[in-house]
């Protein structure tokens, strides 16, 4: 009967230290790192980020153009994750579906996010870009003004119609 208590008490002892020694996973929340495989391609992300359906590569460095939205899934409705800064270079990882490109910080393969094909591009020709957008801004902002019909008044005075709304004003 001794024997029996102490095989018991052992057993006891041995179930308890081994389930002391177990710790539980940590709990997964938006910022923890997780990966998975698309298209042949590992991605590492945060776990708020959703993984594509499909991926090509890219891996090189482009520019915002703007200070776009990157947001958590490809498309429109999925949340903004963070924002670009204007001019600023980042990594283009590859085109993903919709035609949206997924994005790492500069220099790095963690994806942080997607973004529309035209909130960025290459870097090389970052600057030839905002001065082709610069030359139309300036073009349309040179055109001659409408003239104004002016006619005389009483000799020493004029009245001149507004070419907007067609009211006369007189000087």
Same mark, same amino acid.
């Not at 997964?28 to 980020?49: C, E, F, K, P, Q």
């Given at each position: 009967?001794?024997?029996?208590?102490?095989?018991?008490?052992?057993?006891?002892?041995?179930?308890?230290?081994?389930?002391?020694?177990?710790?539980?996973?940590?709990?997964?929340?938006?910022?923890?790192?997780?990966?998975?495989?698309?298209?042949?391609?590992?991605?590492?992300?945060?776990?708020?980020?959703?993984?594509?359906?499909?991926?090509?590569?890219?891996?090189?460095?482009?520019?915002?153009?703007?200070?776009?939205?990157?947001?958590?899934?490809? &498309?429109?409705?999925? #949340?903004? =994750? $963070?924002?670009?800064?204007? +001019?600023?270079?980042? @990594?283009?990882?590859?085109?993903?579906?919709?035609?949206?490109?997924?994005?790492?910080?500069?220099?790095?393969?963690?994806?942080?996010?997607?973004?529309?094909?035209?909130?960025?591009?290459?870097?090389?020709?970052?600057?030839?870009?905002?001065?082709? &957008?610069?030359?139309? #801004?300036? =073009? $349309?902002?040179?055109?001659? +003004?409408?003239?104004? @019909?002016?006619?005389?008044?009483?000799?020493?005075?004029?009245?001149?119609?507004?070419?907007?709304?067609?009211?006369?004003?007189?000087?």
């Amino acid at each position: 009967m001794r024997i029996v208590v102490k095989i018991r008490i052992a057993l006891g002892l041995l179930f308890v230290l081994s389930v002391a020694g177990c710790k539980s996973p940590p709990p997964v929340n938006d910022d923890t790192i997780v990966s998975s495989t698309v298209d042949g391609v590992t991605l590492t992300y945060r776990h708020a980020i959703t993984p594509p359906h499909t991926f090509s590569p890219v891996n090189e460095e482009y520019r915002a153009l703007y200070n776009a939205s990157v947001m958590s899934r490809p &498309d429109f409705g999925g #949340k903004v =994750v $963070r924002h670009l800064e204007n +001019a600023q270079p980042y @990594t283009v990882l590859g085109r993903v579906e919709n035609n949206w490109l997924a994005i790492a910080e500069k220099d790095q393969d963690q994806l942080i996010g997607y973004l529309p094909l035209r909130a960025v591009v290459k870097s090389a020709l970052y600057e030839e870009t905002i001065k082709a &957008d610069q030359r139309r #801004k300036r =073009v $349309r902002a040179t055109q001659p +003004a409408k003239k104004k @019909t002016c006619v005389a008044v009483d000799g020493d005075s004029k009245a001149c119609q507004n070419s907007s709304s067609g009211t006369w004003i007189i000087d």
